[in-house]
């Protein structure tokens, strides 16, 4: 019996060196598509990063634009309807220039 377990392990052996043969293969195989799947990761996460900091500047230039207008031309707006009242009237009684 034990001579039957040890000539089963002699005859394992090589099937694991071929199985280990095997993987070492397919792992060379698909090193250079690793190796290019790891270069475009990095790139177009470059990519996506430079994309995220300029529609934050975007975004921050927006927000600056709307916190001028609240704050700065939505109180002046009274202000720019009364004149803009004044320059109709005035516009509507001055007299109309003829041409010759």
Do not use: N, Q, T
């Amino acid at each position: 019996m034990e001579a039957l377990l040890a000539l089963l392990l002699i005859a394992a052996v090589p099937l694991l060196i071929l199985g280990v043969a095997f993987k070492v293969l397919f792992a060379l195989v698909l090193l250079p598509f690793k190796i290019l799947g790891a270069l475009f990761k990095g790139v177009l996460g470059l990519l996506g990063g430079l994309i995220g900091l300029v529609a934050g500047g975007v975004g921050f230039v927006f927000g600056l634009i709307v916190l001028l207008v609240v704050f700065v031309l939505l109180p002046l707006a009274p202000l720019l309807l009364l004149g803009a009242i004044v320059w109709l009237a005035l516009k509507a009684f001055s007299p109309a220039a003829r041409a010759a």
